[in-house]
């Protein structure tokens, strides 16, 4: 009884030394580059590099890109809300066609997707039309933003139907007419349209991709893309970045703060223990048919249309060999910084998962790091490296190893996110009932941690490996001297308008990105849930 106290104070520091990783990771880089217009000393070496005169630009980008995440929000979030009724509340055939094409769609870099419209909207036959006109211009921004944005509305609306669950539908039908009854659910999905816009704001503002491919050749400024001019055009201006990246934090902060004041004041459904399963109808009539015009404009638009021209561009003849080497080595350099930096974010936000599931105040403060990661674009991150890790004691600028803690930082809070449910099934009771049955540790995570752990960490792994294999906005600011990654030999050949070599070398990616998820399927199979297999043995 003696050591009980000293044992708890050193289980409650036990996870003191991972909240210092985050600091190192987050609060001292961000806050070094953010309070850069408040103290210029802060700079690397000083206030070399700082300049003084405004861009006069930037008042444009705030406001082009403020419009640009309002309308493009506003469009997205309908189609988002419908698109999760279909998936939660109906048993339509079509249902895994869609969650396969909204996971794709999540996945194709946003950049790709440009691409695969300028190809098509430059052959002759389009040259000159009224899509080209309106391709080229902001809806053109609009519907790439749109895309992008979808599974991301999609994935909050799901939560919001399946939280209301078939006790609220069904005494809403009974006890009120169909007026009212629709009244009380538009009431209910107000958090979850919340939600949706929120995070479509978001994800607008942090685009990176659309805006240094369409918005750069259509000469559209946007905040992103103002700030990487900052910081890459001479003479480099350290202070107007920041300027500009606090912009871009308190829209973000404040779309944030207006989602928390709706979900506080109205609340989404009646959540319990006892909720039961919903009988999904099926679709008929009417639904049926805009489900399918729906998900075939889905497929046409997000995947078609982009991989489509990415391969008829990649087939073209020519001279020489199919790629050159120089951009077939930043497809290996690429490969092996996602490999290191997917399996480190892995292993640092299994530590951060296990133990939040263990503490609860460890589990609010992931909560607000998460939250806070949501609002500040790796394109910010990468500029606030740049600052903090360019001095005499931290000399890790232009260095792999600078770059893949980048990579690290910036999917790390996603990949806490995705793992949490995972571990919150992983019950410590389960591990005292192995080591009361005799079971020793190899055996318990053979029999308990590995049937509930191997699916979520392999998928993670492979999550984190396909967007950092294509990362752009950190690549840009980070990556060494003549080590280039696969994002940013992209982005040099689309600038150059050299889309043979840039298909080809994007579907290489591709390609690489699906070997690795066949991989982890198969590797998956191998480990069936503990439930799949009690089924098989009866």
């Not at 290996?332 to 996602?338: K, M, P, Q, R, V």
């Amino acid at each position: 009884m003696t050591f009980s106290a000293p044992a708890a104070h050193l289980r409650n520091l036990s996870g003191v030394p991972i909240l210092l990783v985050f600091g190192v990771l987050f609060v001292y880089p961000l806050l070094r580059f953010l309070l850069l217009p408040l103290v210029p000393a802060l700079g690397p070496l000083g206030s070399v590099g700082i300049a003084a005169p405004e861009n006069f630009l930037s008042a444009h980008a705030i406001l082009d890109t403020l419009q640009l995440a309002l309308v493009t929000a506003a469009v997205t979030v309908p189609a988002g809300i419908l698109f999760a009724f279909l998936l939660e509340c109906r048993a339509w055939p079509g249902n895994r066609v869609l969650a396969m094409t909204l996971w794709l769609v999540f996945v194709l870099p946003s950049y790709l997707i440009a691409t695969g419209f300028q190809i098509l909207l430059g052959w002759a036959v389009l040259r000159g039309s009224l899509v080209q006109h309106l391709f080229f211009s902001a809806p053109g921004i609009v519907l790439l933003l749109a895309l992008k944005g979808l599974p991301f509305c999609v994935l909050a609306a799901r939560t919001g139907w399946r939280a209301i669950g078939g006790e609220i539908g069904d005494a809403a039908r009974i006890h009120i007419n169909d007026s009212w009854h629709r009244r009380v659910l538009l009431r209910l999905l107000l958090p979850t349209a919340g939600a949706g816009f929120v995070i479509v704001f978001v994800e607008v503002l942090q685009d990176f991709g659309i805006a240094a491919t369409l918005g750069a050749q259509i000469h559209l400024p946007l905040i992103i893309y103002a700030i990487y001019e900052q910081l890459t055009t001479m003479p480099i201006d350290f202070a107007a970045a920041a300027r500009l990246s606090w912009w871009l934090v308190l829209l973000a902060g404040l779309a944030v703060a207006l989602h928390l004041g709706i979900s506080l004041r109205y609340t989404s459904a009646l959540v319990h223990g006892r909720q039961r399963e919903v009988l999904r109808p099926s679709c008929h009539g009417a639904e049926a048919v805009a489900a399918t015009i729906g998900l075939a404009a889905l497929i046409t638009l997000g995947l078609a249309v982009p991989l489509g021209a990415l391969l008829a561009e990649a087939l073209q003849p020519t001279h020489g060999a199919f790629l050159p080497l120089g951009t077939l080595t930043s497809l290996g350099n690429s490969a092996a910084y996602a490999s290191v930096a997917a399996s480190l974010a892995i292993l640092l936000a299994t530590g951060l998962a296990a133990r939040a599931g263990r503490s609860g105040r460890l589990r609010h403060a992931l909560d607000v790091i998460t939250l806070g990661n949501m609002a500040v674009p790796g394109l910010v991150l990468g500029a606030a490296y740049v600052i903090a890790f360019n001095n005499a004691w931290a000399p890790l600028y232009g260095t792999p190893l600078l770059l893949v803690v980048g990579y690290v930082a910036t999917h790390a809070p996603m990949l806490v996110r995705f793992l949490q449910p995972a571990f919150g099934q992983l019950h410590i009771n389960l591990a005292d009932a192995g080591r009361v049955h005799g079971l020793g540790l190899p055996r318990r995570l053979q029999r308990i941690c590995v049937p509930l752990l191997s699916k979520p960490l392999l998928w993670g792994w492979c999550l984190a490996f396909s967007q950092i294999l294509f990362e752009l906005p950190v690549s840009e600011l980070l990556y060494p001297a003549g080590r280039t990654p696969l994002g940013v030999q992209l982005l040099q050949l689309d600038q150059s308008l050299n889309y043979v070599t840039e298909a080809r070398l994007a579907l290489c990616g591709i390609l690489v990105c699906l070997t690795a998820i066949g991989v982890a399927a198969l590797l998956a199979a191998d480990h069936p849930s503990p439930a799949l297999a009690s089924q098989e043995r009866s």
